[in-house]
């Protein structure tokens, strides 16, 4: 009988270890496949847009680019249809859902810098009309299309003006000249706050300006981005608050001391009383306000 028992658990004890070492190669089957995918979209990435001819592709740098990557010196424009630059919008689009379901369900790679690698050709994204054509088309990032422009690009007008009319984000992307572009600035933090943080120093120190950013904007917080002068501008202050009363968080350490000022803010949000200076937070008038007494 102990004979029988002992035989009885050594084979169940062997189905066991063959069960676990068919799950453990399932597992690793699923794993590699899902790492052949990834691999495979970043190949076919490599292949959608316009190949460099021969000539060109010899002059490939070894410092500052990717390896096999152009600089914008080297690389002639080529100018494609608009139903190809569709075309590859859309495959870079599908691509980019494929490389980021991969990245969240096993953990790879997370980097769109990576991917942008594989998948930017200078020679297409460096001529004007084919960045135009897929800025009209929104079927990519303005702000990915103006961050891989050329320097070149970066300058043109028109194309920076389409590209933060889209999304105030590609406004930091544009070049220092047109970063100092009154209408170009009033156009991104017309759109957003958070659009005014790219301006030049010299906008945000610019009262008219600063005037446009916190008053005809969605709302009063691009008091953020103004210069530590403006921020200590009362009339400005004032703008902003009743634009929004959290702008009260921006303003100077001594309007923030301001009774005048802080009463508006809590006027509109009782909230505020934590951006009050101690002073004003320890007054009885103020924190009646609040309901604080």
């Excluded at 096999?68 to 870079?92: D, N, V, Y």
């Excluded at 930017?120 to 897929?134: M, P, S, T």
């Excluded at 403006?230 to 923030?256: G, H, N, T």
Aim: aromatic share 8%; glycine share 4%.
């Amino acid at each position: 009988m102990k004979a029988m028992k002992a035989a009885a658990a050594k084979a169940t004890k062997e189905k066991k270890m063959k069960a676990g070492k068919k799950s453990t190669m399932k597992s690793m089957k699923v794993v590699n496949k899902t790492k052949m995918k990834a691999m495979n979209a970043m190949k076919a990435v490599k292949k959608m847009s316009v190949k460099p001819t021969k000539s060109s592709a010899m002059k490939q740098t070894a410092t500052k680019n990717t390896p096999g990557e152009l600089s914008w010196e080297e690389a002639t424009p080529t100018r494609a249809s608009e139903e190809e630059i569709a075309q590859i919008c859309k495959r870079f689009q599908n691509l980019w859902i494929r490389y980021m379901e991969s990245v969240e369900s096993k953990g790879l790679l997370n980097s769109s810098a990576h991917f942008n690698a594989g998948t930017f050709d200078r020679k297409l994204w460096g001529n004007r009309e084919n960045v135009k054509i897929a800025l009209e088309s929104n079927l990519l990032s303005p702000v990915w299309l103006l961050q891989n422009a050329s320097e070149r690009l970066k300058d043109d007008r028109e194309l920076v003006k389409m590209a933060v009319d889209k999304f105030h984000e590609a406004l930091q992307y544009a070049s220092e000249r047109l970063r100092d572009d009154r209408e170009i600035v009033k156009l991104a933090s017309g759109k957003h706050w958070r659009g005014f943080q790219y301006a030049s120093e010299r906008l945000k120190d610019d009262r008219g300006m600063v005037k446009f950013a916190v008053t005809k904007g969605r709302d009063g917080l691009g008091l953020a981005y103004a210069s530590e002068n403006l921020k200590d501008d009362e009339e400005i202050v004032k703008m902003a608050i009743r634009k929004c009363p959290y702008a009260l968080r921006y303003a100077s350490e001594r309007l923030r001391d301001d009774r005048e000022i802080v009463k508006i803010a809590l006027r509109k949000q009782t909230y505020c009383f934590n951006y009050a200076s101690q002073r004003l937070q320890d007054d009885s008038e103020i924190r009646e306000m609040c309901n604080y007494v």
